[in-house]
């Protein structure tokens, strides 16, 4: 059998098939769409973990969150923004759909935030020149010194919540590299940093890890990605079980050992 369309009917057949293939191919659009891309995606310059060089984004995390978009299926790179550390914070606090990383889990944070763990697990340190001499037996011992810190920074807050006086002997900044500055004044005599990333983060200031030595451990704990308190939960959920599966695959390690020595894995474990 043959159909004949008399010459009345192509401009409404014509809507239909317009009609039609528009909602299929909607539905496919949507079938697509993760809730991950509705997410607002922030980090810090704090190499290794992640740091913008060469007009990019690199890193353990920034790999990380790369192969968790592939898992989703998500065809579009992560657009992430580069914030000083207390602004990031400060928006992980209060602005919906936001995720930061990395973030330090300590208690302080455990419900102010959800988490998808780990990135990575650190130590956080105080670290003085080796010509200095600097001798800290307990943690008293540490405001005979001044220390630079990163505002906001789960160094800065570890000292403030467990040490009685510690504010008087902080210096905060933005960045690490005022701190630098400072010590070289002799204007503080410590710093505080992640030990995993110290030597790149000397060594990107020009400095080298043998001039210095960890003088006390402030703390110890994982990294995370924090999301504000108010995202779906179904959605950090998916995200923790691509973590999951990075990690029951072997891509976790492969990324881990681009970025760290092997001398550190007993951090890891």
Not at 82 to 109: C, I
Not at 148 to 160: C, F, K, M, N
Not at 175 to 186: C, F, T, W, Y
Not at 219 to 229: V, Y
């Amino acid at each position: 059998m043959s159909i004949i369309l008399r010459k009345s009917y192509p401009s409404v057949v014509l809507a239909w098939l317009i009609t039609f293939y528009a909602v299929l191919f909607s539905g496919f659009s949507t079938a697509n769409n993760s809730s991950f891309e509705s997410l607002h995606l922030a980090t810090e310059d704090y190499a290794p973990m992640n740091y913008f060089e060469a007009g990019q984004f690199k890193g353990i995390s920034i790999d990380l969150l790369h192969e968790i978009w592939k898992l989703e299926g998500i065809g579009n790179t992560p657009e992430i923004l580069m914030y000083p550390w207390a602004r990031a914070y400060k928006e992980l606090q209060q602005r919906d759909n936001f995720l930061l990383f990395a973030v330090a889990r300590t208690p302080h944070r455990e419900n102010l935030f959800q988490w998808a763990c780990p990135i990575i697990k650190t130590r956080y340190i105080l670290l003085g020149l080796h010509s200095a001499n600097i001798q800290i037996g307990q943690a008293s011992d540490i405001l005979r010194y001044r220390v630079g810190t990163i505002r906001a920074d789960v160094s800065e807050q570890e000292l403030i919540e467990n040490l009685p006086g510690a504010q008087r002997i902080i210096v905060s900044n933005t960045s690490m590299r005022p701190n630098l500055d400072l010590l070289d004044k002799g204007r503080i005599q410590l710093i505080a940093y992640d030990e995993l990333g110290a030597a790149t983060m000397l060594a990107n200031a020009g400095r080298s890890i043998e001039d210095f030595k960890k003088a006390f451990t402030i703390s110890q704990s994982q990294t995370c990605f924090a999301f504000n308190k108010s995202t779906d939960g179904s959605t950090v959920k998916r995200f923790q079980e691509h973590l999951k599966t990075l990690q029951k695959n072997g891509k976790y390690q492969e990324i881990v050992n681009r970025y760290y020595a092997p001398s550190n894995a007993d951090i890891q474990n």
